[in-house]
């Protein structure tokens, strides 16, 4: 019902910048919170960052603080995540998700979220 394709990811140099896009189709209605997960090998799911297409709420993970910046068109129901000063811990298979609950209240939880993407890879080299 939901589709969530990303794009962007790649091979940076530490210090160096990337813009990750998700681009959302089908029932956007439906959805009013997007967020942005990762995941390294051999670790688990960490949550990055999200925010609502309402624009009233945006959260981010501490890791990330001050160097990513989520954002949003909504009139491409597009979501952007841009990374700048980028780590070697920054690697990691990145993914977008979208909730479908009008009041969600667990934007950090891969768990509560409906609709995801397939992913793309983030590697910065050391």
């Known amino acids: 019902q939901v589709q969530l394709v990303e794009s962007g990811g790649g091979l940076v140099q530490p210090g160096g910048s990337l813009r990750l896009s998700c681009a959302a189709s089908g029932r956007t209605f439906s959805t009013y919170v997007m967020g942005w997960f990762r995941q390294a090998p051999g670790k688990e799911r960490e949550f990055v960052s999200s925010i609502r297409w309402s624009g009233v709420s945006t959260s981010y993970a501490d890791s990330v603080k001050g160097r990513f910046t989520i954002s949003s068109d909504n009139a491409k129901n597009t979501v952007y995540l841009q990374m700048n000063s980028l780590k070697p811990g920054d690697t990691a298979v990145y993914s977008c998700?979208?909730?479908?609950?009008?009041?969600?209240?667990?934007?950090?939880?891969?768990?509560?979220?409906?609709?995801w993407g397939q992913g793309t890879q983030v590697t910065v080299s050391s």
């Open positions: 998700a979208a909730g479908d609950d009008p009041f969600f209240r667990r934007p950090r939880d891969w768990a509560a979220y409906s609709y």
